[in-house]
């Protein structure tokens, strides 16, 4: 049996954030420090109409251009949305989907997760799931192999080979630019679960091959002990990742070889 590692990764979400000034400088001050992503892989999140500058100006950097959002369709009339093969053709490596703000303020549902997922990888895209669901009426089950709802939902039709590109983030809603972030605990037993809901979908090996990130009001005062937690493998930040200093102090905290995430674990 081979053995595989689980690398870190550290995921800036600007939503709406910053003018294109703005982030020429923040990638000046930062492209040539961030390591290798066989290290800790890093990716920014930024709006659609920047990713093209920003796949050009990190073209010798390690840094992955997140795009916040997708259609499910490839082309058509569909004004207003970004195609998944438009965000492929300019470079766009990850896309962010089913962020709670998306569910909230533009109404999207399981089904339509689902639809955008299918859309990202057919088109090569590498989805990071976002997973907002209260895991506290799981906790009864924390032994008998739940199953996240959002989770099942966004992986339908996802096959195994599939799942191997994907990640999925767990943000609870009440911490999102709150300031106040789930304890290490309780980020901790979302991610079991949502590991517990993989392996029953498809297999405990599988399971343990998928990153999870925690994300919601993440500071270089908590990311140490929310990625010493073992089910956690990222972040997913919003404010702090906005000062390029922050975003750099995170890379260097899940570059740590203690991280209990970064472990080696039997692949098919």
Request: no cysteine; charged share 20%.
């Amino acid at each position: 049996m081979t053995k595989t590692r689980r690398i870190p990764f550290v995921v800036a979400n600007w939503k709406i954030n910053k003018l294109q000034s703005e982030i020429a400088e923040f990638l000046d001050n930062v492209n040539s420090k961030v390591p290798s992503q066989t290290v800790v892989e890093t990716g920014i999140a930024a709006q659609d109409l920047f990713l093209a500058d920003m796949v050009r100006a990190t073209q010798d950097s390690p840094i992955h251009i997140v795009a916040e959002n997708v259609h499910w369709e490839d082309a058509g009339a569909y004004t207003g949305e970004t195609s998944p093969r438009a965000l492929k053709d300019i470079g766009a490596t990850y896309v962010l989907i089913g962020h709670f703000e998306r569910r909230k303020f533009f109404n999207e549902n399981d089904s339509t997760v689902n639809l955008k997922v299918m859309a990202a990888l057919r088109n090569g895209l590498r989805p990071i799931i976002d997973v907002d669901e209260d895991m506290s009426k799981y906790a009864q089950f924390m032994d008998a192999e739940p199953s996240v709802a959002q989770v099942a939902s966004a992986l339908a039709g996802v096959s195994v080979d599939q799942i191997r590109n994907i990640t999925i983030a767990y943000e609870p809603t009440w911490a999102i630019g709150s300031g106040e972030a789930a304890t290490s605990e309780q980020a901790q037993k979302a991610a079991h679960l949502i590991r517990q809901t993989l392996a029953k979908l498809y297999s405990p090996v599988i399971a343990e091959q998928v990153r999870i990130l925690y994300g919601g009001s993440v500071t270089p005062d908590n990311a140490s002990a929310l990625l010493q937690q073992p089910d956690i493998d990222g972040v997913l930040v919003g404010t702090a990742a906005l000062d390029p200093v922050k975003f750099l102090e995170l890379i260097n905290i899940a570059k740590q070889p203690s991280m209990p995430g970064q472990f080696d674990t039997d692949e098919v």
